[in-house]
């Protein structure tokens, strides 16, 4: 797991009040992302004259200048900005050293990595129209695109899309905001001279990674009663998905309640019993008036797709066994009956976090917010995953990941233990698919479960 901040300005200071200076810092953020361009630039044969430093004139553009006093013969042009005194003592370094910086707006396209140090995470307003137009060449450009901390203008058009972003000290979360995935590119967590352990101790908030995956341990003298029988409740298409979404992740035994199942693994059912170890419902669900089956109230639940059109689902938001997984439709609509307020989508995808935490603040069930990066939390503590990929825009996926959740849940794991590790599973799986993104379905999701 990697740590998650929504206050580098904190963990900073923290740094700085146990002896680390601001100078320091710097030294082990330029180092770190001058070593970072140089293995890129081995790799694609690239010399360093043909790397352009694009700097504004804070912190993060100092940042560069150090990146540039490691890196000889790199490039780099100033694009105006005021200029603050760390800036101008890193500026005056490199002069003291011979160098000299471009004077006129450089051609893009002789250049093949271009490096963004223009803006950091300070930065809330958009670029201007002469700013814009340059980003905008970069963008078309084949040139390498590397951010240092964050891509300049994330949130607003154009943006600088970064194909790597190069993170100080710990992520923000910002950066894995779903708005944000097309612009950072692979994220890659850059050192600055202390452990992130220390630098972030104790962090609320996590990144989860392919190593953080746990599931169903099977002994080999164990039985099919050992890993729980999960019921699902939903129509017969998209609860079969759901039910071998469960079934393949490990659930001993699964029962669909629905009129028919088109697969022979799943058990038909008329009614819940309260045999189930724990029950997802919702999936293409017609009849709500399941919600109010008083078997529910002593089993763990997956509740999704449906149930949101339901308020008898407020009955469970506050049961800490019971997770909720909704897409960000569902999630505006479970706002307006939580919290009597309209939320639209668009604000929704802006501020993800903040809605969630705004959410999780309120009840003590599991919110999956489901995106390009799922966000689990259950109360302070969050997990998020950015491992998964566009394959899984297709119907059907989520039913499956209701399905895998119900699984963990059966087999006894915690309702947030559940949801991360399915979540994560869920990712992990797309991200493997090799093949064309638009031929992935849930089918191929739920057998793409085997190679985990």
């Known amino acids: 797991m990697k740590a998650i901040t929504d206050n580098i300005q904190f963990l900073e200071k923290n740094a700085i009040n146990k002896g680390l200076s601001e100078i320091i810092l710097m030294e082990n953020a330029g180092t770190a992302l001058a070593r970072l361009i140089s293995q890129k630039a081995k790799k694609l044969g690239v010399k360093n004259s ?69 803006l950091g995470t300070g930065s809330n307003r958009a670029l201007d129209e002469k700013y814009c137009a340059l980003l905008e060449k970069i963008n078309k450009s084949k040139a390498l695109k590397i951010a240092c901390d964050i891509p300049t203008n994330l949130g607003f058009n154009p943006c600088f899309k970064a194909d790597i972003t190069a993170c100080m000290g710990a992520l923000k979360e910002i950066l894995l905001e779903d708005f944000a995935k097309e612009f950072v590119g692979k994220i890659k967590l850059l050192n600055l001279g202390i452990k992130m352990k220390k630098f972030a101790p104790k962090p609320q908030s996590k990144l989860l990674e392919k190593k953080d995956l746990k599931t169903i341990k099977r002994n080999a003298n164990s039985n099919k009663g050992k890993f729980g029988h999960v019921y699902i409740v939903g129509n017969s298409s998209a609860g079969t998905l759901a039910g071998l979404g469960a079934f393949n992740f490990g659930s001993g035994l699964v029962s669909l309640v629905a009129k028919k199942t088109f697969s022979p693994l799943l058990m038909l059912k008329q009614k819940i019993s309260n045999e189930a170890t724990a029950i997802a419902l919702g999936m293409g669900l017609e009849n709500l008036d399941f919600l109010k089956d008083e078997t529910l109230q002593n089993i763990p639940l997956v509740l999704d797709a449906n149930c949101f059109l339901s308020e008898a689902i407020l009955w469970y938001l506050n049961r800490e066994d019971v997770v909720i997984t909704p897409h960000p439709k569902e999630f505006v609509r479970l706002w307006k009956m939580c919290f009597d307020e309209e939320l ?109």
Do not use: T, W
């Not at 003590?364 to 990066?373: E, Q």
């Open 344 to 452: 639209s989508v668009e604000n929704l995808q802006k501020n993800r976090f903040f809605y969630a935490k705004k959410f999780a603040k309120n009840y003590n069930c599991v919110l999956v917010l489901k995106g390009a990066n799922p966000i689990v939390i259950q109360k302070e503590k969050i997990f998020v995953i950015n491992l998964g990929n566009e394959a899984l825009a297709k119907g059907g996926s989520g039913d499956v990941l209701s399905g895998m959740i119900a699984a963990l849940l059966g087999a006894k794991f915690k309702a947030l233990k559940a949801a991360k590790n399915a979540c994560l599973a869920h990712a992990l799986v797309a991200k493997k698919y090799k093949f064309n993104k638009n031929s992935f379905d849930a089918i191929k999701l739920v057998k793409g479960l085997k190679c985990l």
């Open 50 to 118: 043909e790397i352009l430093f694009l700097l504004g004139g804070g912190n993060n553009a100092a940042d560069g200048l150090v990146a540039i006093r490691h890196l000889k013969k790199a490039k780099a042009y100033k694009l105006g900005f005021k200029e603050n005194d760390i800036f101008k003592q890193q500026e005056q370094i490199l002069i003291n050293f011979g160098f000299k910086m471009m004077k006129k707006e450089p051609k893009i396209h002789k250049f093949k990595i271009i490096v963004d140090c223009i």
